[in-house]
């Protein structure tokens, strides 16, 4: 089975300051999926953003960005001008290319913003 | 929005008790996944489907199982619900350019 790993089970920010959410997973493929859920209060969860492995660029979305390190493994979650709404569960998961859509996600990392 | 409901939303039974959740999807997706969510696993996928009558299980499927008869639905049962089964319970079905996956809103369930 893959592993997906968050190391840190809790971070906090200041609102309207910046974020790093950190993700490291282990495969032995050369193509995949990686993707960031939010999951609120709400319990619902939100599909955050999504980075293909073969793209070298990172993906954004509006104050979201991912830094992609292929060699390292690594798929940090950056949250730009934090805001109250931010504060939620983020999961990373991954998904490989050439299966049946499974999904493994990580443990989470509670996030709080601090007005 | 994926039009995926679940139902119920929250159930409270006994141990011993069978329990069936079901998942309802309005757009005529072929894939769709049962996970757990309970607090430092993340989210672990039980059983999944690809298609009418064809499952597979998942991660995390003893003590559970699945049915699709109807591309709409895709039910998880407990035959004998155990306390370590107390859990957020999660639909999801794939979609979209990239296959990602949308979840429905989950159901919490208690077992005393």
């Known amino acids: 089975a893959q592993t997906v790993t968050q190391s840190q089970p809790e971070m906090s920010v200041q609102e309207a300051e910046t974020v790093t959410l950190s993700c490291t997973y282990d495969?032995?493929?050369?193509?995949?999926?990686l993707f960031w859920y939010k999951q609120p209060p709400s319990r619902q969860m939100i599909l955050v953003i999504r980075?293909?492995?073969?793209?070298?660029q990172n993906a954004t979305e509006n104050r979201f960005s991912v830094n992609f390190q292929k060699a390292a493994k690594s798929f940090s979650l950056k949250i730009s001008d934090s805001q109250l709404g931010d504060a939620a569960m983020y999961f990373c998961a991954y998904r490989r290319s050439n299966t049946g859509n499974q999904f493994y996600f990580g443990t989470g990392t509670s996030l709080t913003v601090i007005p | 929005d994926a039009g995926i409901t679940q139902s119920p939303r929250h159930k409270v039974t006994e141990t011993g008790t069978p329990v069936t959740l079901r998942c309802h999807q309005t757009?005529?997706?072929?894939?769709m996944y049962w996970y757990r969510q309970d607090p430092g696993h993340g989210l672990r996928l039980i059983h999944y489907s690809y298609g009418v009558k064809d499952t597979d299980k998942g991660e995390v499927s003893d003590g559970y199982s699945v049915s699709r008869s109807k591309t709409e639905d895709f039910l998880l049962t407990l035959e004998s619900a155990t306390s370590s089964q107390t859990s957020v319970y999660f639909c999801?079905?794939?979609?979209?350019?990239?296959?990602?996956?949308?979840f429905g809103p989950g159901t919490r369930l208690t077992v005393l």
């Open positions: 495969t032995s493929e050369s193509d995949y999926y």
């Open positions: 999801a079905i794939s979609a979209g350019t990239w296959n990602e996956q949308f």
């Open positions: 757009e005529n997706h072929r894939y």
């Open positions: 980075q293909e492995a073969y793209k070298q």
